[in-house]
């Protein structure tokens, strides 16, 4: 198998994990309070890719002021994105917070314009204020008094994990591996969530099984397996495009499951909004930088 067909193969995988992971999480309800899952998840994920990470010799942090570096990028990639997009989706059908969280690449590239002076051209900076408009519409569709709090939330789990896609830039410059920055994370971004685990203990104990499992399938799946595959990905794909592109049909995978799972029909701002965001985080991708 060639490292193109590789490329894709991992990504496309990536992707359909990770768009199952909303009507997943929508099927556990309130089953699970947002912070047991989120214990569930960055656990899981970080003993699974800790074991991965193992199997693939990677090396010991560089540098013992590094750790610090790590458990930020743990707190932003895992246990903060994980109980943000627990709360939004608490309220928003999968469409709706996938097509969110789609605007993370946009907002990684205006963190790198701040802290890394990469440049953003005149297509660029339109692209980013059309997906924000297309935020305003889903936020304010059903008018200023009837605003979605989900769609906060899921917007601070898109920020934070545009946190998260900065440090990997930084952890590249130092000489880190795609998979030794994502185990890192993920281990050191588990720890904090411990202090949930006598509540999580509880709601284990009261959920029904379909809710467990749903919770086991969040913490392998989604949130192991996929942030694995998307490293291997990246670290084959000669342009990081290659590979991040993917995330354009992750929101049309979400509506998908959630529709065949659940039964979720977007209304027309999802539509609209949705459409405005998509197409501007596609045009930025591909027209948004000097280099395009």
């Not at 089953?31 to 991965?52: D, H, K, N, P, T």
């Not at 994980?82 to 605007?103: D, E, K, R």
């Not at 890394?116 to 569709?141: P, R, T």
């Amino acid at each position: 198998m060639s490292n193109k067909l590789k490329v894709n193969l991992y990504a496309f995988i990536t992707v359909l994990l990770w768009g199952s992971g909303f009507p997943f999480t929508r099927v556990i309800g309130d089953q699970l309070s947002f912070y047991s899952l989120g214990l569930i998840r960055c656990v899981l994920a970080a003993v699974i890719l800790l074991i991965i990470g193992k199997a693939c010799h990677i090396r010991k942090p560089f540098r013992k002021k590094d750790a610090a570096w790590f458990f930020l990028s743990g707190l932003l990639g895992f246990s903060v994105y994980f109980i943000f997009f627990n709360m939004g989706l608490a309220t928003l059908t999968s469409a709706t917070g996938s097509i969110i969280t789609a605007a993370s690449p946009i907002l990684t590239s205006i963190a790198v314009f701040k802290l890394y002076g990469e440049k953003i051209n005149a297509i660029g900076w339109i692209s980013i204020f059309c997906a924000f408009a297309g935020v305003a519409i889903l936020l304010l569709w059903n008018g200023i008094l009837s605003i979605n709090i989900g769609i906060i939330w899921m917007f601070g789990a898109a920020l934070v994990f545009a946190g998260y896609n900065v440090l990997n830039r930084k952890f590249s410059e130092m000489g880190y591996t795609a998979m030794e920055v994502v185990t890192y994370s993920a281990v050191l971004g588990a720890i904090p969530m411990l202090l949930f685990l006598p509540q999580t203990i509880g709601d284990a104990s009261a959920a029904d099984a379909s809710s467990l499992l749903a919770a086991l399938y969040l913490g392998v799946m989604p949130s192991a397996v996929a942030y694995y595959f998307w490293s291997k990905a990246i670290v084959l794909a000669e342009r990081t495009s290659e590979v991040t592109n993917y995330l354009f049909i992750n929101p049309l995978i979400a509506a998908i499951i959630g529709f065949l799972m659940l039964r979720e029909v977007p209304d027309m701002g999802t539509f609209i909004g949705g459409i405005i965001i998509i197409a501007s985080v596609i045009a930025f991708s591909t027209k948004g930088n000097p280099d395009s």
